[in-house]
């Protein structure tokens, strides 16, 4: 089950006032929000993190039957691949729940440390047996959320508004299906399934901790349209995900023990002028 939340900085205007309450945040994010400059990014960054603290609150109470304080969730970064990671403040985990995991140091930053000065900021906690996504688009930020099981391993969130994209988008960075299946979209929703085949394809590569680093063209994300046209009120619809299986098999090797394969799936929806994917890997027994 894919566990998801979307929030706009109109849900929460206190983020954007002059002085904006951090107290939901622990000492080492609050450095590192020090280390943010530029507005716009503080402000995703607050947005990003306060969605994504709600959303594994909310799961905490759910699944484990406690509901931490914000400031004792944290979200740090995997150091090498800059993918998000959950985690919990040590004094805050309840008597004989995560008995299995230990504590360790987060990074707060990942492979883009170099926006903040030395020495990163790290937190001693205890991570979550869950994998996580955050996206930001305008203003509003989406975050999906999953529990690391023996079948699912990792999930991909994008969130983008739907826009007329630059005419070299499809030709560029589209496999020859995706270009052929958007030619048979109506005209009135083009930009609605362009938008969500990019959107698809970022979900897809943030699940494999991959992003933007390889040729987009090696995964191919068909986005299927609902009975009432691209974006009917159906909520999610799927997404036909065709993966270069190499990628599928480095993330599987090199971040994971097990020798199942590895498959990836998609959905999408569109929510008030914006497109919302979601990707999850899983392993498929045989």
């Given amino acids: 089950m894919i566990h998801w939340l979307l929030n706009s900085i109109a849900d929460i205007p206190a983020l954007v006032q002059a002085n904006p309450p951090l107290d939901w945040l622990c000492e080492a ?3 590192r929000l020090d280390g943010l400059r530029v507005e716009k990014r503080r402000r995703d960054w607050m947005l990003g993190r306060w969605t994504a603290k709600q959303l ?14 914000l400031e004792a969730l944290i979200v740090g970064r995997v150091q090498d691949t800059g993918a998000p990671v959950a985690a919990l403040a040590p004094r805050h985990r309840p008597e004989g729940v995560l008995p299995e995991a230990s504590v360790s140091l987060i990074p707060l930053v990942g492979r883009a440390g170099h926006q903040v000065s030395q020495p990163l900021p790290v937190v ?3 991570p979550l047996p869950v994998s996580i996504s955050i996206s930001h688009s305008e203003c509003r930020a989406f975050c999906a959320l999953v529990a690391r099981s023996a079948q699912s391993v990792a999930v991909g969130a994008d969130v983008e508004q739907v826009d007329v994209r630059p005419a070299g988008l499809v030709a560029g960075f589209f496999s020859t299906a995706e270009a052929q299946w958007i030619a048979q979209v109506p005209a009135s ?7 969500s085949t990019w959107s698809a394809k970022e979900a ?3 699940a494999l901790r991959l992003g933007l680093t390889v040729d987009t063209r090696r995964v191919s994300c068909l986005c299927q349209l609902g009975d009432g046209g691209a974006g009917s009120k159906t909520g999610w619809l799927p997404v036909h995900v065709d993966c270069d299986p190499e990628l599928l098999t480095s993330f599987d090797a090199g971040a994971l023990a ?5 498959r990836a799936r998609s ?3 569109l929510e008030e002028g914006f497109v919302l994917t979601l990707a999850i890997l899983q392993r498929d027994d045989h």
């Fill in 204 to 206: 897809v590569l943030k």
């Fill in 56 to 69: 594994l609150q909310a799961y905490c109470q759910q699944a484990h039957g406690f509901r931490p304080p």
């Fill in 267 to 269: 959905w999408w929806r």
């Fill in 124 to 126: 001693a906690a205890v």
């Fill in 258 to 262: 097990g020798n199942r394969d590895l």
């Fill in 189 to 195: 929703w083009r930009d609605v399934i362009i938008t």
């Fill in 29 to 31: 994010e609050r450095l």
